[in-house]
């Protein structure tokens, strides 16, 4: 109902205006009267001595017009552009970032198990290479149980120290009695060993235990070790002729095996298991296995998070660092790069001094000086934020290489392009999470689209790269200079790329906003033919 009045008044209002030729005044009812029309023109050209008569070849001249202002400033923005990033490109990803790239390693910062197996090339640190020989020695000779058998004997002892006077000694695996304490020693029915659950040989040739093991030196990781089978967890009581028929093999595996020829011989049936011959009890069996595998599993994890935590924390620190470290050095150096061409096209343009001997010389000299200086001073905010965001992604980069390498092993190539690459997912999603002031979700969608195009096409470039490389050592003038030829052509390459992608994706966008800002010319120079009519009171006669 409030729609409705709102028309009536509107109506009601122009059908009082003076300055408005309504329709229904042309119509005249149902038929348009053209003699009104053109006397209506008429009077208005007469009025603002104007041919409001506008041919086709006039809408066709200012549209081509309108475009070609559009498309111009377009282009001299394109570049501008393609200067700024290319002088980025070589000194940043490709200069700096082939600089810091030269301490990256094949695998990453950290050793992985992946990797640790994989054999010395992919281990990060001094220290974990020599876990690596030490456990090689260990899977290809035989292994050092004199520290083992120490520790399981003073845990025998103890054990004989705990009990009292009438307590019996079971075997683990059987249930069965072998001894018992009377008058303060063991009087023993049998020989009864200490034996170790998981045995000394399977710990010591297990990776995990040796690339996890604490020490800083090959006999404090031996004594490592020797706590994990020395443990209460991974010890028992048993009978003596059993646990020399066990020796270092796997309990379930042994439980389940032929007895030997000797026992095979003594019984007369060969297909008999140990675990018949020995009448294992197989639910204390059980139990005893799953007790000490699973000890060794749990020290196994809190020794690996122990360790390679701190190493990612420490290692993604620098690498944090150091990316912080490139990017905003990169930017200081680009902008005085940028600084000092574009003085060199002014002095081009506008001639630097009347003659070198001129008294004015040096001071314009010291002038054009000092505008580099204040340019490249005033990014200092700038390579603050570069800095920040370079830090964070190189943290979180270091983080992804870690993981990777638990599954694949990357090349030192790769590293630098999960580094790169991060960045710029990194910048992208913060344009998207934390645009700039007055940006539309639209923008920042677009911007950051700009921006993973961009880490996509150095992170080829970084590829590309070493193939370049290649082909220009193979020239031997060239060779001596091939790192420096290889990053300007690289750099180039690179930079123009990612400029020309991105005035791809401007151009996609822009092409709808020209005819958008041409709506909006349109309806401004209709906004001031209205304000003109209203200033001007016009009599229809």
Not at 298 to 306: H, I, L
Not at 525 to 534: A, C, P, R, W
Request: aromatic content about 8%.
């Amino acid at each position: 109902m409030e729609r409705v009045e709102r028309y009536n008044k509107r109506k009601n209002k122009l059908n009082q205006s003076e300055n408005l030729i309504l329709s229904s005044k042309i119509k005249g009812g149902k038929v348009v009267d053209y003699n009104l029309l053109d006397n209506t023109l008429k009077k208005l050209e007469e009025t603002y001595n104007t041919d409001f008569n506008i041919s086709s070849t006039e809408v066709k001249q200012f549209l081509k017009k309108f475009q070609k202002d559009f498309h111009e400033e377009r282009f001299n923005k394109l570049v501008v552009d393609c200067k700024n990033e290319v002088i980025q490109s070589i000194v940043t990803p490709f200069g700096l970032g082939k600089i810091v790239a030269a301490y990256d390693k094949a695998g990453g910062n950290v050793t992985t198990l992946h990797n640790f197996e994989k054999g010395k090339d992919f281990i990060a640190t001094d220290e974990d290479k020599a876990k690596y020989d030490e456990w090689q020695n260990s899977v290809n000779s035989n292994v050092d149980r004199k520290v083992h058998d120490i520790k399981k004997d003073e845990w025998k002892k103890q054990e004989y120290k705990n009990m009292k006077d009438g307590d019996i000694v079971i075997d683990g695996y059987t249930g069965k009695e072998l001894g018992i304490k009377e008058n303060n020693r063991i009087n023993k029915n049998n020989s009864i060993h200490g034996e170790h659950i998981t045995s000394v040989s399977e710990i010591e040739k297990d990776s995990k235990n040796h690339l996890y093991a604490k020490g800083d030196n090959q006999a404090q990781r031996l004594e490592d070790r020797a706590k994990i089978s020395g443990d209460k967890e991974n010890l028992t009581l048993i009978d003596g002729g059993m646990n020399s028929s066990k020796s270092d093999n796997d309990l379930m595996d042994w439980a389940n095996s032929p007895i030997s020829k000797e026992h095979a011989k003594e019984t007369g049936n060969p297909n008999m298991t140990n675990a018949e011959y020995y009448e294992l009890n197989p639910e204390l069996l059980k139990k005893k296995y799953d007790k000490s595998k699973s000890f060794i599993k749990n020290e196994q994890r809190k020794k690996q998070f122990k360790k390679q935590s701190k190493e990612a924390t420490i290692t993604s620190v620098k690498e944090g660092f150091k990316m912080g470290t490139q990017q905003a050095l990169g930017l200081i150096i680009s902008e005085f790069f940028t600084a000092l061409f574009d003085e060199i096209i002014d002095i081009y343009k506008k001639g630097f001094s009347n003659d070198f001997e001129d008294k004015q010389f040096f001071i314009i000299l010291r002038e054009r000086l000092a505008r580099i200086g204040k340019r490249v001073q005033a990014k200092w905010k700038d390579a603050a934020i570069v800095f920040k965001d370079g830090f964070i992604s190189g943290f979180i980069s270091n983080l992804v290489t870690l993981m990777i390498n638990m599954f694949v092993t990357t090349g030192k190539r790769v590293v630098r392009i999960i580094r790169e690459g991060i960045f710029s997912l990194f910048r992208a999603v913060k344009m998207l999470m934390f645009p700039p002031e007055n940006m539309t979700y639209e923008e920042a969608m677009h911007e950051s689209s700009k921006l993973l195009a961009g880490g996509i096409i150095i992170s080829l470039g970084v590829l590309l790269e070493e193939y370049v490389d290649k082909l220009i050592k193979t020239t031997p003038i060239l060779e001596p200079y091939t790192d420096t030829i290889t990053t300007i052509f690289i750099g180039t390459l690179t930079g123009l790329t990612v400029t020309m992608t991105a005035y791809y994706l401007d151009k996609k966008r822009d092409d709808k906003q020209l005819f958008k800002n041409l709506l909006e010319a349109t309806n401004e120079d209709i906004k001031q033919i209205n304000s003109s009519l209203q200033a001007c009171k016009l009599v229809v006669l």
